[in-house]
């Protein structure tokens, strides 16, 4: 849908190119289906994220736009929407790719969009859940916290970027944990999970 392509267009035009998208009725958290790569013929994906389906959000956080996320959050996309795909693999919603492609500016803003909605709760992995998933290739087709993945998308800022990521987590999770504790368990000392 066209929503997924807001992140191409100038930041001083995307607030009114989206809201005319919305009013012509596009949806702001509809899925839609991953773009082939034996289709597409995108080399520059080698990572093979525009296979992974998500919303326009998702494909904002995808595209590294800052930009074309908060005009997305301010249209009222949902961080934790995820593309109703029936019997084939799960959608992914946007703050577990912020999370995973370690984009702490975006990751931040998408939980601070839901810690201001009373309804929501930013429950998503800690630190730990986080480098699992990613190693584990559960949710993206590429372990994107190996350092040719941190290199080309975060450039100098990769072990920043990581570093960043891994905090917000850990914190979001404490933030929303009775005492501390997550599902029960203490907390491990920070920088455990590296080790």
């Known amino acids: 849908s066209p929503l997924f392509w807001i992140s191409s267009f100038e930041n001083e035009k995307m607030k009114t190119l989206a809201q005319k998208l919305v009013e012509a009725g596009a949806v702001v958290d509809q899925g839609t289906r991953p773009i082939r790569g034996d289709i597409r013929g995108v080399w520059a994906d080698w990572e093979d994220l525009w296979s992974v389906p998500t919303t326009p959000l998702g494909r904002a956080v995808i595209m590294n736009s800052l930009s074309a996320v908060k005009v997305l959050l301010s249209l009222g996309a949902n961080p934790l929407a995820k593309p109703d795909r029936g019997e084939s693999r799960d959608g992914r919603c946007a703050v577990d790719l912020a999370a995973l492609l370690t984009l702490p500016d975006i990751l931040e803003t998408l939980l601070a969009f839901l810690d201001s909605r009373p309804d929501e709760q930013a429950q998503i992995f800690d630190e730990q859940g986080m480098l699992q998933a990613a ?61």
Request: glycine letters at 8%; a positive charge; charged letters at 25%.
């Open 135 to 195: 190693h584990d290739k559960s949710i993206l087709p590429v372990d994107t916290t190996s350092l040719q993945s941190r290199l080309v998308r975060c450039g100098a800022e990769y072990k920043i970027s990581m570093l960043r990521t891994l905090q917000i987590l850990r914190n979001n999770r404490r933030k929303h944990s009775q005492y501390g504790r997550a599902g029960g368990q203490r907390f491990v000392p920070e920088g455990f999970t590296l080790c």
